[in-house]
């Protein structure tokens, strides 16, 4: 069965600096998505992107965060000037329309 | 109110017994309902979904949906010890391609 692949695994890093999450969605899937989860807490929507662009963004995804589709099969989500908040597991989801389809995450941890 | 509230757990059944998950949405327009499986320290895993009013069954799953009520549930059947994980309620306002808006799960224990 196709899978939503995310690298790195875990990522470590200091406060302050970039970090870019990769993912590469399902192949014929037409919308991509990322989520977070703050441990213990519930999975919370960042933005969704479909025709190359953004179509829908919480308020979570401030000036620090952006996404790329920097070419025909990745999704990149950087976040600058990271904080200690920002630590938490970042999953990436694709979808052809029906169910979303969730990759096995990111886990960032900010020191 | 939170838009997707979930039974506050955890809850602890015996093996084989039904487990039954509940879950109300605040959104009167919602137009389809996901359930997630989350074992600790993994993704959400899609178990079912549903759009329309009634009962949709998968095995030992069913959902339960009753948009008057705002109301989606879930139920396991002949639960098993490796049911033992954290159940999302998703809702997403649109059939297609819009947010989900997920629950804070409730956490299941299926005792052998």
């Known amino acids: 069965e196709p899978e939503v692949t995310q690298t790195p695994s875990h990522q470590v890093t200091q406060m302050g600096q970039e970090v870019i999450l990769r993912c590469v969605p399902i192949?014929?899937?037409?919308?991509f998505y990322w989520y977070r989860q703050i441990l213990g807490q519930k999975v919370e929507f960042l933005v969704s992107f479909y025709n190359n662009e953004i179509s829908e963004k919480s308020e979570i995804f401030d000036d620090q965060f952006s996404v790329e589709r920097p070419d025909g099969s990745n999704f990149t989500l950087k976040i600058r000037s990271t904080k200690l908040e920002d630590s938490a597991m970042y999953f990436c989801?694709?979808?052809?329309?029906?169910?979303?389809?969730f990759g096995d995450g990111t886990r960032l941890s900010i020191l | 109110q939170k838009e997707v509230e979930q039974n506050s757990g955890p809850l602890s059944v015996p093996e084989g017994a039904i487990a039954s998950l509940n879950c109300t949405y605040s959104?009167?327009?919602?137009?389809?309902f996901f359930w997630y499986r989350q074992y600790s320290g993994k993704s959400p895993e899609l178990i079912m979904f549903?759009?329309?009013?009634g009962d949709k069954e998968d095995g030992r799953f069913t959902a339960q949906l009753n948009k008057a009520s705002q109301y989606v549930s879930l139920l396991i059947r002949d639960s098993q010890p490796s049911d033992s994980a954290t159940y999302l309620c998703?809702?997403?306002?649109?059939?297609?391609?819009?947010?989900?808006?997920f629950g804070e799960g409730t956490q299941l224990t299926v005792n052998p």
């Open positions: 549903i759009y329309s009013n």
């Open positions: 192949s014929n899937h037409l919308y």
């Open positions: 989801a694709s979808s052809s329309g029906s169910y979303q389809h």
């Open positions: 998703a809702v997403n306002p649109e059939t297609s391609g819009s947010r989900l808006t």
């Open positions: 959104d009167r327009g919602s137009q389809s």
